[in-house]
């Protein structure tokens, strides 16, 4: 399998245009999970799904991120509008239970910019 | 709520020097550890894992962690640092009732002098 992939791996936008980040999980992987990072909140989780369901969106900053899933190998984080302060590095990672141990995977990471 | 405390924001360590990394957590059950590293510009890579039994456990690329119950403590070590260890090592603590979802510390960038 080639892993978490995610694209684009770089991503540079103007303030005020909206920004699709895409994700696909390890295929049979049943949870995906959005996580962000910056310098000054570290790592953070945004959104998780089970089976394409989201669970935990508790994360999200604001109404101007939303994330979908709308089959089981593909998920999307989307910012309308974007802003300066949503530059960071997103990163989407997906697990399975094996029925002893449940380990995330992550993809490489988007790294956006907002100008 | 469960935390992770990654006290040392940098080490710096000589090459084929020993390595400790501290971590300590705050969880209600049975924490799930784990340590993953990443590389400049790259994702997070699994280093190891704790589960259950025994308390030190073995990972890739010759590291190990040690879990303490009583302190709270997950420490990473690694018994002769090599140049390509020069990353950032970041500890977490997984939800097993959620898919696993991780809380991560703040990591520990670690430098490699020659």
């Known amino acids: 399998d080639a892993g978490v992939i995610q694209s684009p791996r770089h991503e540079v936008t103007e303030m005020g245009q909206e920004v699709t980040l895409r994700c696909k999980p390890i295929s049979g992987h049943d949870y995906l999970f959005w996580y962000r990072q910056t310098m000054m909140r570290g790592l953070e989780l945004l959104i998780y799904f089970n089976n394409n369901v989201p669970i935990d969106d508790s994360g999200m900053p604001e109404d101007r991120f939303s994330a979908k899933m709308p089959n089981a190998s593909f998920s999307t984080l989307k910012i309308q509008p974007s802003e300066p302060r949503d530059s960071a590095v997103y990163f989407c990672?997906?697990?399975?239970?094996?029925?002893?141990?449940?380990?995330?995977?992550f993809g490489q990471g988007t790294r956006l910019t907002v100008v | 709520a469960q935390s992770v405390t990654q006290p040392d924001i940098h080490i710096t360590v000589s090459e084929g020097a020993s390595l400790e990394l501290r971590c300590n957590y705050s969880y209600g059950a049975t924490p799930y550890l784990f340590w993953y590293v990443q590389s400049p510009g790259q994702g997070l890579q699994l280093l190891l894992k704790?589960?259950?039994?025994?308390?030190l456990v073995q990972g890739i690329k010759g590291f190990e962690a040690e879990f303490k119950r009583s302190q709270s403590s997950f420490n990473l070590r690694k018994p002769s640092v090599h140049w390509s260890d020069a990353a950032e090592y970041f500890c977490a603590v997984g939800a097993w009732a959620a898919g696993n979802k991780l809380t991560f510390g703040g990591g520990t960038r670690v430098l490699v002098k020659p």
């Open positions: 990672a997906s697990s399975f239970f094996s029925g002893f141990e449940q380990i995330a995977f």
């Open positions: 704790y589960f259950s039994g025994d308390t």
